[in-house]
């Protein structure tokens, strides 16, 4: 594919050659941490692409770690949807696979050590209370009246948490940090909750889970990982992940990098909003290709190489900014003109008899790509009855309608010269047979008389052609920034899906799932990997020719 051979250079690329250079580290060691909480989205793509590829040119390692101390809200689907996302996208990870909850047995030991030298401590405050005590950005907080417990009581509390004698909500472990910090983080965080919930790892061995903060650095040190990248909304939280560290007995210190995340125009790229989605039955399924997620793009037709070259080509930056749509499909457009096969598919067909082809079917022989005779031809079935497109036919029209016209003549793609002589329609008005002749002295050639005919038009042949059913994807929101609207549910795009019934040449008929072909003058297309099948064919539309987003006036 035309993946640009360069390596991408960002400020945290730059970070690790200062620490190379410096020695301050001999090797690097990333990792993507993902929630167990919903499917990868293309936000996701970036920050894979970011660690695994920094891993990848520097020699180093990259883990993939679930970051699962959420047990409700995770399930084991995503942990394997995880993976193979991963890999798709052409990574392989180092190791074995790791699990926060790998860690449980460490991060409470850890929690202990902070209980002994004084620095945590069992709170009894209701969440309420808690989110009142905890003050504003202008305002400190209070003290909450447990904050002083003992050492002895504290421990005893906390066993008692972890032995399931405490029910949800009514006692949490806090970090004793600084009730009027400026950064709300670190206002006594809550570090471990409890939670009667059976966990996708670790079954019903614990009642007691670590939050996010106090998990990710140690997980981090111990997996020996030298530069822990997120994205910026952590960025007051890097001093709580520090604050850990610094105060528990383990002996590497991560460091924590930001960068701003991968907003995309006209989506959502929230987990929770993505998972409404698809509860609520508003797309069909996580894998839906009008779906921004890895496993969307992907049934949608995207390559993994189209989607590493969008982020090597958007960047890793600290400046928040919103993509517009047209630079992902630009990535999948330069990759599929190169390397996609050409076939001829009719999406809403109208009947073409040539009166003066007698005979029996006749098979052409097509090239396969237009610049690339490697790719080879292929053979395609010409017959008395085609179809051709409704919209390539108009009884009458200027001279820059450039197909077929009522007494006038167009070429069929990689076959002979027509010409249109009557119509035949129903009792609508519908255009239901246009009744042409054929010139056979056109195949591959100009008229010999010297006649130019300008205008070239796809068809396949009626007698082999074969009925498919093709799926037409527009953006999902009408908004660019559905995000931001009240509710994100009412600016959905009701005509985000089209569905229609073509016929593919039948070359189309052994296409493998998500193998794209360009449907010649329509767009690049691929068969559906969940529902086609020999006897009900299925193409998605990937992406058209054309940038059809472009905007007016541009
Ligand atoms: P959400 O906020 O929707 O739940 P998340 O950020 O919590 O998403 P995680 O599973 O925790 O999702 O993300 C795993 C990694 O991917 C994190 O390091 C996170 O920063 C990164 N990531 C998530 N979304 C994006 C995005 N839009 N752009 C870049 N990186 C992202
Ligand atoms: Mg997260």
Not at 157 to 162: A, G, I, P, S
Not at 248 to 274: A, G, W
Not at 337 to 363: C, H, Q, W, Y
């Given at each position: ?10 400020f ?20 993507f941490?993902?929630e167990p ?13 970011l ?29 394997e ?24 047995d460490q ?24 989110r009142?005590y ?6 400190a ?16 509390l ?13 006692m ?13 983080v ?10 009667f919930?059976?966990?996708?790892q670790?079954?019903?061995?614990w ?9 990710h650095?140690?997980?981090d040190?111990?997996?020996g ?8 909304e952590?960025?007051?939280n890097r ?9 528990i ?17 006209y989506t ?25 997620t ?11 190489g ?25 990535c ?13 598919a ?21 090239a ?21 497109e ?11 309608y ?15 010269v027509?010409q ?10 519908n ?8 010139d ?27 009925a498919?059913?093709i ?10 920034n559905?995000?931001?609207a ?8 009701p005509e ?5 019934h ?14 794209a ?16 099948s ?5 193409f ?7 940038d059809t ?6």
């Amino acid at each position: 594919m035309s993946e640009s051979e360069a390596r991408p250079t960002n400020f945290i690329r730059q970070i690790i050659d200062t620490d190379l250079a410096s020695g301050k580290h001999t090797s690097i060691h990333t990792r993507f941490p993902p929630e167990p909480n919903g499917y990868l989205h293309i936000g996701h793509a970036k920050s894979i692409c970011l660690n695994f590829g920094i891993a990848q040119d520097y020699q180093g390692q990259c883990n993939l770690r679930f970051d699962d101390t959420n047990p409700e809200k995770e399930d084991i689907e995503y942990v394997e949807s995880i993976k193979n996302d991963v890999n798709w996208l052409g990574f392989e990870w180092s190791g074995e696979i790791c699990y926060s909850s790998n860690y449980f047995d460490q991060l409470h030991g850890f929690a202990i050590e902070l209980i002994n030298k004084g620095l945590a401590y069992v709170d009894e405050l209701s969440p309420e209370q808690m989110r009142e005590y905890r003050g504003t950005l202008t305002q400190a907080g209070k003290h909450s009246p447990y904050r002083d417990r003992s050492v002895e009581e504290n421990l005893a509390l906390f066993e008692k948490m972890k032995n399931g004698e405490v029910e949800e909500g009514k006692m949490c472990l806090r970090a004793k940090i600084d009730m009027a910090s400026p950064f709300m983080v670190m206002r006594d965080p809550v570090i471990y909750r409890v939670r009667f919930a059976n966990h996708h790892q670790t079954g019903d061995k614990w009642c007691i889970y670590p939050m996010y903060d106090f998990t990710h650095c140690i997980s981090d040190a111990l997996e020996g990982i030298t530069h822990s990248i997120c994205t910026l909304e952590f960025m007051d939280n890097r001093r709580l992940y520090d604050w850990v560290l610094e105060n528990i007995t383990i002996d590497c210190t991560p460091h924590q990098y930001e960068f701003s995340r991968l907003n995309l125009e006209y989506t959502v790229m929230s987990k929770r909003k993505l998972n409404q989605l698809v509860t609520d039955k508003l797309v069909n399924g996580w894998d839906d290709p009008r779906m921004p997620t890895i496993s969307g793009l992907r049934r949608r037709g995207f390559t993994p190489g189209s989607m590493r070259e969008f982020c090597k080509r958007i960047g890793v930056t600290k400046q928040d900014n919103t993509i517009e749509i047209s630079s992902l499909e630009s990535c999948i457009r330069d990759d599929l003109n190169e390397n996609a096969s050409r076939a001829m598919a009719v999406l809403d067909p109208v009947k073409v008899v040539i009166e003066n082809f007698d005979g029996e079917t006749e098979t052409l022989m097509v090239a396969n790509h237009p610049n690339k005779p490697e790719m080879g031809t292929r053979e395609v079935p010409f017959s008395r009855e085609l179809y051709i497109e409704g919209e390539d036919f108009r009884e009458e029209a200027n001279k820059k309608y450039k197909r077929l016209v009522l007494g006038k003549e167009v070429r069929l793609r990689g076959a002979y010269v027509i010409q249109a002589e009557r119509i035949e329609k129903d009792a609508e008005g519908n255009i239901t047979t246009i009744y042409c002749t054929y010139d056979k002295d056109t195949l591959g050639k100009n008229p010999a008389d010297g006649r130019k005919v300008k205008g070239v038009i796809h068809w396949v042949s009626a007698e082999a052609g074969i009925a498919a059913e093709i799926r037409l994807y527009d953006r999902l929101f009408t908004v660019p920034n559905p995000g931001a609207a009240d509710d994100f549910v009412s600016v959905i795009n009701p005509e985000s899906l089209t569905v229609l019934h073509g016929f593919i040449e039948p070359s189309l008929v052994t296409a493998e799932a998500e193998k794209a072909y360009q449907f010649e003058r329509i767009g690049y297309f691929c068969a559906d990997n969940k529902d086609s099948s020999a006897d009900h064919l299925v193409f998605n539309r990937t992406v058209g020719l054309r940038d059809t987003w472009a905007k007016i006036g541009d």
